[in-house]
């Protein structure tokens, strides 16, 4: 008896103990409260060629994909008949389900028999058994078997045949699924909401850059259209300038580079052209230096004095007569726009007599 007793603890500490936790459980844990079955059912048994009713009930608890517990309480012949024992038993097994809807199963525990002299003795069953899903939270049970019962000194065999209900306790299967799904639409909701976030903050990107670049672009063709527009005064300035001059037009236009106000060879050749015009022709010249506005203004009206110089200096060094040429600095001009390189230089004039 106590080694009875010892044996049903063991099989109860296995089922609070030794839960595994099931891979797609989620906030469910597949413990001891989880995952029972609970079945009554009548009970058709054939002893001695005798046959009679009883009823039972199981409680079976899951423990794995494949394992369930069992704890089974059967009472025998109901319909007392000669021949046939009255007694109930207490069990605890295991059951292994071999596909989702069969069993195979084993029990072992005590037989209480108050007819007989030794009244508690030792009883074991074992069979196969059907479970059919009715709705997610019952399902037909039958079990097909025999057991194996102590009498005084004798065992004595009964084959049964189990029909019932029953009902599933705890979160099941489905409830886990249900959950999971839920869990796993939930993390892709919000991995969706995320993505369509960062894509959005990227569209708002792309179109601030979009609108730079057409800034950009506007004032590009802004400043290309100013510059369009210098280079037509320009070529106008200077086809006028390439004209027959009047008395006091200037016929000659010597260029300085930036902020510079010596004289390149080129432009020292144009001097020596100037220098046998003046000694050809004679006359008064001016000599007007100008600079153009970028940089310091006083910088500016003195660079374009130095500028006037330096031709005047030149001029002189090809035998003009210093009476004939006045130098003069005239500070900025604007005369080929406001930042044309052509303002950079000193315009050759004949003075009026």
Known sequence: MKK?????????????????????????????????????????????????????????????????????ATISGLAQKEGFDRYGTALSGIALDFVPWACAFADAGVKVDPSTKGWLGLAADAGLGLNVNVGDYSLLYAEAGADLTQANTQWNSTLFFRLGWGAKLGPIKRDRTEHDIKMHNAAQLGELKEENRLLKTDLKRQQEANDTLMAIQNRSLELLARLEKRLDDCNQQVATASSAPSASSPIFQIFFDYASSEITPIEAAKVAQLAEHIKSNGGYWRLQGYSSPDGNVYRNEALSQERAYAVYWLLLSHDVDEDQIIPMGEGVTTQYGDDSPLNRMVVVSKAIQ
């Not at 296995?14 to 595994?20: E, L, M, R």
């Not at 009823?55 to 899951?62: D, H, P, V, W």
């Open 4 to 72: 009875l007793l010892l044996f049903a603890l063991v099989i109860l500490a296995v089922a609070v103990n030794a839960q595994s936790r099931h891979p797609y459980d989620c906030d469910f844990k597949y413990g001891f409260f989880s995952n029972w079955n609970i079945y009554a059912a009548a009970q058709y048994s054939n002893q001695r060629g005798q046959s009679n009713i009883g009823i039972n009930a199981l409680a079976t608890k899951r423990i794995s994909d494949y394992w369930r517990l069992r704890y089974s």
